[in-house]
């Protein structure tokens, strides 16, 4: 196998279709009602659960095709860097992973069904009243703001390269 420079067309497509949907999810969490005890599924917080489930299948595929796929050479970087890049990587894969499941389990508990594109209907991980889904969407609620941390340590990273380092290791995964 002949080594490469930059991510392959899948993994450049996933990463950049993971980024619009965090992206919608976002600003679909940040304009949606509070949820409360009366709150139902719909409208925005309809939304949130639909965008959150498109979130999950893309990033199992994401982190399937990671595994599988191949992977550029690594970037000529400070061991220090080469490290807390892979952290970061690591940590934005288990973060968006958790968050999700958090989210549908909090749904659940809330007697809400989780919908795949709004069709297939998933399993129940959590049951209607459980203290768990509820404590999962407390949870998750707090995690937005961690993964958002990560999310910005990882887009600084790509721009200190671009911009300071002239080292241009943001062509590896732009389309």
Do not use: C
């Not at 949130?48 to 000529?76: E, M, N, Q, S, T």
Request: proline share 5%.
């Amino acid at each position: 196998m002949q080594s490469q420079t930059a991510y392959g067309p899948t993994a450049k497509f996933f990463h950049w279709l993971i980024v619009a949907l965090l992206i919608a999810q976002y600003t679909i969490g940040s304009i949606m009602p509070h949820i409360g005890g009366k709150t139902q599924d719909a409208g925005w917080v309809h939304w949130h659960l639909l965008v959150g489930a498109v979130i999950l299948l893309a990033i199992v595929l994401r982190f399937l095709w990671r595994i599988k796929g191949p992977i550029p050479v690594p970037a000529a970087n400070a061991p220090w860097e080469r490290s807390l890049a892979t952290f970061t990587h690591w940590m934005l894969y288990i973060l968006v992973f958790v968050m999700t499941l958090l989210g549908w389990a909090a749904a659940n508990a809330r007697g809400w069904d989780v919908k795949l594109f709004g069709i297939v209907t998933l399993p129940a991980i959590s049951p209607s009243g459980s203290h768990w889904g509820h404590e999962a969407g407390d949870i998750h609620n707090v995690l937005v703001y961690v993964l958002l941390g990560f999310i910005v340590l990882h887009f600084a990273g790509a721009l200190k390269h671009q911009f300071v380092d002239g080292n241009n290791i943001l062509r590896r995964m732009l389309p």
